[in-house]
């Protein structure tokens, strides 16, 4: 097998805008797969409503485009009628963190044995533009002209409620790394969130000042640093993993604990 | 199994477990949750059986349509504001093809309105609560046994119809105890008809319009026609095998009263005085008999747990004027039938007597009723 095998590739170009950084996370997530052995026979992917969902149509897997949000019910759901499966979300910020917030919590909370990238592109970029819940404070959206107003959510906080979880922060400039953490991710057993910093250079970057999809690359080239090894805690523009102690897979979260971070 | 009190509620898990459901998710809501309680009782001690507590309605009918594909037969049971939560899943699961099936504990709304009382005020959210144009399919049982076997009826149109099935109650009927027999009741059990995920394919599973391969056709009228009409003719060729009813009491009164689930069984003492026609199909409605029987009757009652919601219906069906008789605030009895039978000057001279109103054991009172 090879990684192309595990693309719709007659179906190329696809809807992305040029420039668009999903493409840069489906390279590596069929890179991964083509290295575990992931197929269409024991791998399912799950996507959400945004740009991120079509990710699914365009990979050699079955695949269920839910509803705005609704991606962690229903991957949860698979993975407990069908626990020999690989469950695989791939969403964006909004789907994920806004109108899925909720469902978030508590797939965290449950730990089940699935994984999540998370497109994280700080933007609502399907439907033109509007700040989302992880565009950062000031910035000016369609939907903020005078600046985004709230401080971003903290995915990282969240995830690691669960002492049993995994979470990473990588972005899509950084392939070795963005690779590395989602191997790692897909071999967790539990929850697993890899939260990956994604250009949308039409329908956010350009009106934050970049002037290409490029510019925005070197940004997160420039910008992000490793973070120190066996960090429990990711500062903001840092790339690291911070995992919690792993349970056998499907198994409960630890109890006694209310706080990964304690 | 041996005759034995069996509570509405419970009929209706037993009733799945039977249809061969392996997976139930849910959220607590007054008075559906005994379903909930039991559905745990039962996978803790059958492991083949999947249960999962949501954080909320909205989780609980997006993981049945994700255990649907995933291979299960999936259900979930839910009341009130619940129902109305589930209403964006649901439309999915039309657009999608997912066989499941929800259990609406019908209580009086809207709101949290009166959780522990009963109503039938969600017809209209049963047949119209998603987003677009869909053919529902679903049943109301009205006696514990029935709340048995329409639960199985359901899982079986659900399989046929590939399509979320809804199988109403209230809370009186989900809370109702009465002595029942289900051991003998056969009644066959059409098996899974979706090939699981992960077959092999690379089907993809969009509530987005899409192609046969995937690629959008979100702005292809004709595409979305043909599939529409598709599903639409499908759906309601295998409702057609599920067209039941009861038509019975007194066949040569000459004015017909129309009333289903629990109502029907409140209205019981009206029995010498009027025939009756009972929809346990309610959607799609049973014009073709409907209009038939109340052809032979002068007039025509539709006695319901809401403000006319099928009444408005049966008018607009048999474009004649229909009889009202709204029970509200929860108030269904039968004292509130006859105060609202004399509001509109049809009380019986000769009211029946207050001995037997509910007839015996568990099963409806004979009648001509018809299994389709």
Known sequence: ?262 | MTKRLVQGNEAVLLGAVKAGATFFAGYPISPSSEILAQASVYAASHPEFRFLQEEDEIASANAILGGSLAGAKSFTATSGPGFSLMQEAIGYGHKVGIPCVIVNVMRVGPGTGMPTMPGQGDLNQARYGSTGDYTSIVFYPSTVTECYEYTIHAFNAAEESRSPVILMSDAFLGHLNEVADLGPIEIPIVPRTLEPLASGSTRLFSGVATYPDGEPATADSDEFIRQYYEGRDHRLAVAEKYAFYEYGWNKDADTLVVAFGITRRIAQPLAPHFALFRPIRIWPTLDKELTEIAGRYEKIIVIEGSDGQYANVVERMLLRRVERVPLLGGRMSIEAIREGLARIGMLPAEPASSGSEFPAGSRAPAGSRSVG
């Open chain 1, 1 to 262: 097998m090879a990684v192309k095998d595990k693309l719709k590739v007659d179906l190329f170009p696809t809807i992305w805008c040029p420039g668009c950084g999903i493409g840069l996370i489906m390279q590596q997530l069929a890179t991964v797969m083509d290295e575990l052995g992931l197929d269409k026979s024991n791998t399912v992917l799950v996507t959400g409503i945004g740009c991120t969902g079509r990710m699914g149509a365009y990979m050699n897997f079955e695949s269920v485009y839910t509803l705005h949000g609704r991606t962690l019910p229903v991957a949860e759901a698979i993975k407990m009628v069908r626990p020999e499966l690989k469950v695989i979300v791939v969403s964006g910020d909004g789907d994920t963190a806004s109108i899925g917030g909720n469902h978030l919590l508590h797939s965290i909370r449950r730990n089940p044995d699935i994984t999540v990238i998370c497109n994280n592109n700080e933007i609502y970029g399907l439907t033109g533009g509007q700040a989302g819940p992880t565009t950062p404070v000031g910035t000016s959206t369609i939907s903020s002209p005078a600046g985004a107003a709230y401080s971003p959510i903290n995915l990282q906080g969240l995830v690691n409620t669960n002492p049993n979880s995994y979470y990473a922060k990588t972005t899509v400039y950084h392939q070795g790394p963005m690779r590395k953490a989602i191997r790692e991710a897909l071999e967790w057993p539990g929850f697993a969130f890899v939260d990956v910093a994604s250009q949308c250079i039409e329908n956010n970057g350009r009106r934050i000042g970049f002037a290409s999809a490029n510019d925005m690359l070197q940004h997160y080239r420039t910008e992000y640093k490793a973070a120190p090894p066996g960090s429990k805690h990711l500062e903001p523009h840092q790339l690291g993993i911070v995992k919690g102690e792993p349970v056998p897979a499907g198994g409960p979260a630890e109890p006694g604990h209310s706080n990964g971070n304690s």
